[in-house]
């Protein structure tokens, strides 16, 4: 079976649409014979975005041909009578059967020869144009041949997670846009249906996936969200078609002024909040350089990371401690952890630990590439004073580390916690307990590992965001975290149960149940980073 074909499996139109590379376009199932369509917008809900309520076909007696089929390249309706396919990015080409019946939003009926077929052109302001579909099999062709193109990349992995790791692929091409104010540019955002734009984080892990069979594309991601770097050298927590999310003053007054109030003594209220996401820049920079090396990208985009670098020591150490703090939740990545229901900024101990880590992978990727550039000792050494500071978030009655927020320890019992392994320096001490921690049935061995917050703690849920469920990310950056820290073995478990989780739960969904192991309710579904992560993941348990 051709990866397309297995990736097809999964293509259910309701939790992944019928789209394309590149376009704005999304095709869902609207009960057995029709479908609706929907655009793709930034801020907006996949019902705000609908153009059509409904899309069919019907035989000579008015019957409605059943949607038989589902491909990569096209729906079929009536085993193949009628098949849609795109027509170029911004349009959809329907052909077969008796006739076609359309229902736009508005509620209006268009009828149409099925034998003619029928062009769906579609404006980037929702605008329609029905036409004749004159070319609807040279569009089936263009289609087809667009995503074998696509599926040529794909890697080969183990066996057992081929099926998946082709369905991760198609979320990766499926979910490519292009940013209006970077024409020709090729966002892979974290998802069609809910996220669009590029988020900073996003963007790392993603990028991650992509080297494996896109090396180009992955550089792609990551040269997006360096594109916009403050004076200051802060990243944006997001590129989007509007502009970029950077600080508070880039949202709505009444999102200003809820953010201004999360500020602390420690923080000016009156002041804008800069919004970016944690600094894991580097750790993308040199996975994506791993795949295919190109010194003239790393000298071009080094500085944009070491320059980030500097603005997180220097004007994110708000308490001038040692310690930066994030200024928000936004900033963290974990938006709604309950590491956050306390006083803000917080000095959180996954921070430190990026913090650590970029400085370490600043000063070999400068020694490699211009090492006449930087002071790559004192970046070492630097990374060694923070990683010093870091021990002092280690509470030995609780054996555990802990955020603080306005001098006050937050002892919520969380993955942030965890992350300090990513350092691969910790007394052997705090990893045996961190490691105990993890093996824990009451904290975080869940039945699927390893959940956001400890089961054990009164603010665990099993289904809010970031208070319970799991996510692939954080929980490969803790198996990364015990494989530098000497637990290869433990390690391994848990990158074979994420993987087991992906394929259990039906897709790289956004974040999962780690009791049932099932999609979180509100979860978006076909989620770039979790797809991105699902094939890092399976190359690297392929090659081990």
């Known amino acids: 079976m051709s990866a397309a074909d297995l990736a097809a499996r999964l293509l259910d139109l309701d939790r992944a649409p019928f789209t394309l590379p590149s376009s704005r376009i999304m095709v869902f199932r609207r009960g057995e014979d029709a479908v609706s369509v929907h655009t793709s917008e930034y801020e907006r809900s996949r019902d705000e975005c609908r153009v059509l309520q409904s899309l069919l076909v019907h035989d000579g007696a008015g019957a409605a041909l059943p949607i038989t089929a589902v491909r990569v390249d096209r729906i079929e309706f009536g085993g193949g009578a009628a098949t849609l396919t795109f027509d170029g990015a911004g349009a959809l080409s329907l052909r077969g059967g008796a006739g076609i019946v359309a229902v736009t939003e508005a509620g209006e009926r268009v009828e149409h020869d099925g034998s003619a077929g029928l062009r769906i052109a579609i404006g980037t302001d929702r605008s329609l144009r029905l036409s004749a579909a004159d070319a609807h099999d040279a569009a089936l062709a263009a289609t087809q041949a667009a995503w074998d193109g696509w599926f040529a990349k794909l890697p080969v992995v183990r066996d057992d997670l081929q099926e998946m790791a082709a369905f991760c692929w198609w979320v990766l091409g499926a979910n490519i846009v292009e940013i209006p104010s970077m024409p020709g540019s090729r966002a892979v955002v974290p998802s069609k249906i809910g996220y669009v734009g590029a988020w ?52 709505p007054e009444g999102d200003r002024e809820n953010l201004r109030r999360a500020g602390s003594a420690i923080a000016d209220p009156t002041a804008p909040v800069p919004l970016t996401k944690p600094p894991l820049a580097a750790w993308a920079v040199r996975a994506v350089l791993e795949a295919e090396d190109d010194p003239q990208w790393a000298r071009r985009v080094l500085p944009v990371v070491a320059a980030s670098q500097e603005w997180w020591l220097r004007d994110s150490d708000l308490d001038h401690d040692g310690l930066p ?31 650590v880590q970029q400085d370490r992978e600043l000063a070999d990727l400068w020694d490699r590439y211009a090492p006449e550039a930087a002071d790559t000792e004192e970046l070492r050494r630097r990374a ?19 955020a603080w927020g306005a001098g006050e320890p937050i002892v919520s019992d969380t993955v942030v916690g965890l992350i300090p392994l990513f350092t691969g320096t910790l007394p052997e001490a705090v990893v045996s307990e961190l490691v105990a921690a993890i093996e824990d049935p009451a904290r975080y061995a869940a039945p699927w590992v390893i959940p956001t917050v400890a089961l054990s703690d009164p603010d665990y849920s099993p289904t809010r965001m970031w208070r319970g469920p799991v996510w692939v990310n954080t929980t490969l950056l803790v198996a990364e975290g015990l494989e530098r820290s000497g637990r290869a073995e433990l390690a391994r478990e848990i990158r074979e149960r994420i993987a087991a ?43 081990r």
Do not use: C, M
């Open 384 to 402: 060694d004073r923070t990683a010093e500071r870091l021990l002092r978030l280690w509470d030995p009655q609780l054996r555990r580390f802990v």
């Open 501 to 543: 989780l992906v394929i259990h739960a039906g897709g790289p969904h956004e974040y999962f149940n780690p009791e049932t192991g099932e999609k979180a309710p509100r979860a978006t579904t076909a989620f770039a980073w979790s797809a991105a992560l699902f094939i890092d993941n399976a190359v690297a348990l392929t090659g």
């Open 200 to 251: 900073q984080w996003d963007a790392y892990f993603i990028a991650r996936g992509l080297r494996h069979g896109d090396p180009a594309l992955a550089r792609e991601q990551l040269d997006i969200v360096f594109a916009f770097p403050a004076p200051t050298g802060q990243l944006p927590d997001v590129v989007h078609e509007h502009g970029v999310l950077a600080s508070s003053d880039d949202l």
């Open 325 to 355: 703090e994030y200024g928000h939740p936004y900033s963290s990545g974990l938006d709604d952890s309950p590491v956050f229901d306390g006083p803000i900024p917080t000095t959180a101990p996954d921070l430190a630990a990026y913090l």
